[in-house]
Antibody, heavy 125, light 106 residues
Framework: ELQLVESGGGLVQPGGSLRLSCEASGFTFSNYWMTWVRQAPGKGLEWVANIKQDASEKYYVDSVKGRFTISRDSAKSSLYLQMNSLRAEDTAIYYC??????????????????WGQGTRVTVSS | AIQMTQSPSSLSASIGDRVTITCRASQYIRNDLAWYQHKPGKAPELLIYAASTLQSGVPSRFSGSGSGTDFTLTISSLQSEDIATYYCLHDYSYPRTFGQGTKVEI
């Protein structure tokens, strides 16, 4: 079964740190771009970051640049999100997703076809 | 960053109705757009990518169209299991951005 399982969420004080993990199973993790998406309470989805198969490319939404770091370990089939200097506005459910990166008409596209169940992060004093 | 604007923000329809959701990009994004369905307490699900390609396993009542800046998600005959919030997401450049979502109710 194709599966992503997140862990590492919890309650943290403003300015604190947290490391999220996402363990993949049922597919060859090293073949795929991976992505983090979050949803703050009562808000819509927000793309956070992604990472290429060999970790040579990483991209972030502006609001987390310099504070969050995405990484991966193919030996452990795991994706990570190191979150530092956390703020109240980082409170959200964080989802990891696999990007199947379909190739159509000479172009590559994003297609987040497998998602984890999400892990909740609460930043509060 | 490219802004994605969905309309309407919410809609109410009857079972069997044709439902149309639009997504407008603040600049040209070719056909680099996907649609996702999100139900409360569950993970989002991919419906459409490359603006009009139906993801495997997604019912054929879902369809996508558009290119450039204007895109549409259509549900040809609304079913009870389609009650959810729908989001567009561009992948033309970084950062990727979602639309604000369209909540579909009965």
């Amino acid at each position: 079964e194709l599966q992503l399982v997140e862990s590492g969420g919890g309650l943290v004080q403003p300015g604190g740190s947290l490391r999220l993990s996402c363990e993949a199973s049922g597919f060859t993790f090293s073949n795929y771009w991976m992505t983090w998406v979050r949803q703050a309470p009562g808000k819509g989805l927000e793309w956070v970051a992604n990472i290429k198969q060999d970790a040579s490319e990483k991209y972030y939404v502006d609001s987390v640049k310099g504070r969050f770091t995405i990484s991966r370990d193919s030996a452990k089939s795991s994706l990570y999100l190191q979150m530092n200097s956390l703020r109240a506005e980082d409170t959200a459910i964080y989802y990891c997703a696999r990007d199947s990166s379909p190739h159509l008409g000479g172009s590559w596209f994003d297609a987040f076809d497998i998602w984890g169940q999400g892990t909740r992060v609460t930043v509060s004093s | 960053a490219i802004q994605m604007t969905q309309s309407p923000s919410s809609l109410s329809a009857s079972i069997g109705d044709r439902v149309t959701i639009t997504c407008r990009a603040s600049q040209y994004i070719r056909n680099d757009l996907a649609w996702y369905q999100h139900k409360p307490g569950k993970a989002p699900e991919l419906l459409i990518y490359a603006a009009s390609t139906l993801q495997s396993g997604v019912p054929s009542r879902f369809s996508g169209s558009g290119s450039g800046t204007d895109f549409t998600l259509t549900i040809s005959s609304l079913q009870s299991e389609d009650i959810a919030t729908y989001y567009c997401l561009h992948d033309y450049s970084y950062p990727r951005t979602f639309g604000q979502g369209t909540k579909v109710e009965i």
